[in-house]
């Protein structure tokens, strides 16, 4: 006997199911179409993704792992076409090629990324993290606090990529998590932020610093503070975290009238230096500088240095006071040096600030933070030697990393990969900085070697046995045989301590290690 139950399941039977539409990738060993197709699935969508390359030459593979879906690799198959209701071509895909014309013939609909970025909408907290120094560090800790409260952070899961320009953080923040905590950075372009943060709508922002480090195209210290600002107009009416001890960032704020919360935070310390910045009126800030590029500072048009809303003062080691409005507690990393201690800062008032996180939570947090690869990571360590690769790849970078060095070691030798973002200009400066803060100079990339020659008969400069031929690739400064050769030229130096810098050095730390641990050198260095 039949009941009204099972006539009505008959019925919901009859009813037709709609398809589930396909969405296909094209170029999913490229970043931009990797991270589109895992938005789409992090979604719920069905997709197929294609690529010319072979699995051999599609790097970020491991991605897509965890994902069900067909990938079609070496070709574009007819099969990928007719199987697509949309077609998504990575945006660098010319609308006069073959592949373009192919897409425009199939039955699929066309389908850009920009398309993509405007029918799924970030559904959780965005907060963009920018700054000439610093943003991966206060970047990654900020993303420890999220994870430790329970929350997930969306990771472009890129592990050799920094991944902070163009189409990178907007999908990246549309992936599956609870939060999105991206670097963005800029390619020295007026626009550069504006493109990430009109593509990411973020919540809160942070700056932390701005020094003349990033300049090419001609530019000068003011055009690209301005591209910095990009972020502040993007925030107004929300919230932006800056490191109050930067003059420029300070005056920028005032310039732009910027309206919304303003977060700032600092150190109390004792001055390291002295230096000058420009201001907007015009004139030239004295800057008592703490770190390289910020400190105590007041210019003439009224622009002056006041207590930070996170200040951290008694910083004695890993360890210091965290003074706000209403607290004081006392905070311990567990990463070193002055400049980690404004990174913590930047981290700690977000986190405070936006995400309701107590501090005696961040206390337990911060303490079990132990720092990101490749920033000022020890590769070998003994009783008389330790061996240390660092990022650090401009000339404040250079130079605060060298100091901190220095409150460590009697006598610090460094090796020099770098070929500066700013050319002739940065790598002069770059070699400059370092003749001030150690002990013994290895110019081991071409443009190092090419700014040191005026130094050349300086005892602080040992130049490697082979000149460096002439190479330069993005923003890689020197040859895998470059940084070995002048590793093994600063071993050479009487020092305590050899830290290999730039791009190069992090990546080829580990031919360093295996340079390291073969037998003979490893009873070298223990002698």
Known sequence: MSTDMDKHSSEVEKIPQKRMETYGVIGVCGVVGNLAARVLMDHGHH???????????????????????????????????KSSDYIIPPPSLKKTSKLFHRIEDSSAQLMEVEDLLKQITPNKPVICITGTNGKTTTTTLLKHFCYNAGLKPTEHGFMTLQGNIEYIPPLQCRLAGDIAVVETGTEGNTGDLKFIMDRCHPSCGVITNINPDHLNNGHDFMHYSLIKGELLEELKGKTVVVNGDDPTIMALISKMDYQGKLVTFGVEHEVQGESKKECWCGEEVILHETVSGVGYYECQCGLKRTIPDYLATNIRGNSFILQTHDKKIEMEMGITGLHNVYNALGAIAVGH??????????????????????????????????????????PSGVETVLRELHKTYDKLAVVITISSESGKTGDTDIIMRAMSNADFIIPASYYSRLASEKYISSEKIITPSVEPEKFREGTLGATREQVIEGFKKGLECDADAVVCMGEAAVKYKEDIKIWINSRDNLIDLQD
């Not at 132990?370 to 009783?383: A, N, T």
């Open 353 to 394: 600030e936006l995400l309701k996180m107590p501090l005696e939570d961040i206390k337990k947090y911060l303490i079990t933070f132990k720092g990101v690869p490749g920033r000022l990571e020890y590769i070998y360590e003994s009783e008389n030697l330790d061996l240390i690769v660092d990022y650090g790849h401009n």
């Open 47 to 81: 997709v197929i993704c294609t690529d010319i390359h072979s699995s051999n030459n599609c790097p970020f593979l491991y991605t897509l792992n965890d994902y069900n879906t067909q990938i079609y690799l070496n070709e574009h198959p007819e099969a990928f076409f």
